[in-house]
């Protein structure tokens, strides 16, 4: 086999500088998954990650507004029932401003601003304009912030994907699995990214974001796992499936590379 090196037979200071760089991605992978969890995890508002966080995230909650959803959960207690029901009514007529000064304005008032005021550092409803923008329907995420985190997510996690699949790339690995791994984690990066924008068109395409994220998520763990083994496990150590050669017959190995 024509192989400029192996990981195993890298000098000392290679292994450390690529188990220093894969340990921090490692890390940082953990840490984009819990993320992931604490936002997106939380967009239907029960812990976890589910389809439903997907497509509030992405696609919104067409449904209603923030205002009808919060006024249906968090803040029933805040108001009697007829208030409520004259809010949501409002909402859904799209906050127009004639009832804001006469009708709703001061329900708010009564109700709402004793915590939603200027001091409290919530959300403050005094101004027509801000309470507007929780009484619009949710539509999601905005093309302005797609494009933004599409173009920041290719362009950088292409590059953990380089640097991990070249250092995988040393590996002693059956080539056409090789091939696989070092290929997938980009064909499910642009599938997770293009999920997002068929996501904000139609709800369906939410499973298309799971199984980008799960796919790239396995590839990397094989990756970075087979990786750091090759360079610290004992050769005799080592799965038959790496290199097809039983581990019980090490010298075999070695004779070869
Ligand atoms: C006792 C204080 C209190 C009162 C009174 C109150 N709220 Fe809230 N409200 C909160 C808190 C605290 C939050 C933040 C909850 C969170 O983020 O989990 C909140 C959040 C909200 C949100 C979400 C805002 C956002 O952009 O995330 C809406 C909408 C809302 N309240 C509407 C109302 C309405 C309408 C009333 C009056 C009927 C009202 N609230 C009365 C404390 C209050």
């Not at 007829?82 to 001061?106: C, G, H, L, M, T």
């Not at 507007?132 to 949710?138: L, Y």
């Not at 642009?190 to 799960?214: E, N």
Request: aromatic share 12%.
């Amino acid at each position: 086999m024509i192989q400029v090196t192996t990981l195993a037979k890298l000098p000392q200071a290679y292994k450390v500088l690529f188990t220093g760089f894969l340990m921090v991605i490692g890390v940082g992978l953990m840490m984009a998954g819990a993320q992931i969890m604490l936002t997106h995890g939380m967009a239907d508002g029960k812990p976890g990650l589910s389809l439903n966080d997907i497509v509030y995230s992405y696609h919104g909650n067409r449904s209603g507004s923030k205002l009808e959803s919060m006024l249906n959960g968090q803040m029933k207690a805040m108001a009697p029932d007829e208030v409520r029901f004259a809010i949501i009514q409002w909402a859904r007529d799209e906050a127009p401003a004639d009832e804001w000064n006469s009708k709703i304005q001061p329900l708010f008032q009564k109700h709402c601003l004793s915590c939603h005021n200027a001091e409290s550092g919530l959300p403050n409803f005094t101004e027509l304009a801000d309470v507007k923008k929780v009484a619009a329907v949710d539509e999601g995420a905005s093309i302005g912030s797609l494009t933004r985190v599409s173009h920041i997510h290719l362009f950088g996690i292409a590059f953990i994907f380089l640097f991990v699949g070249w250092i995988f790339g040393l590996a002693e690995f059956p080539l056409k699995w090789k091939l696989v791994l070092i290929s997938t984690p980009f064909a499910f990066l642009v599938i997770d990214v293009l999920s997002w924008w068929l996501t904000k068109y139609h709800p369906v395409f939410a499973w298309l974001t799971m199984l980008g994220g799960i796919g790239y998520s396995i590839a990397s763990t094989i990756m970075i796992f087979t990786s750091f083994a090759q360079m610290w496990a004992p050769r005799s150590l080592w799965p038959t499936m790496w290199t097809g050669v039983p581990s019980e017959a090490p010298q075999e190995a070695t004779k070869e590379a």
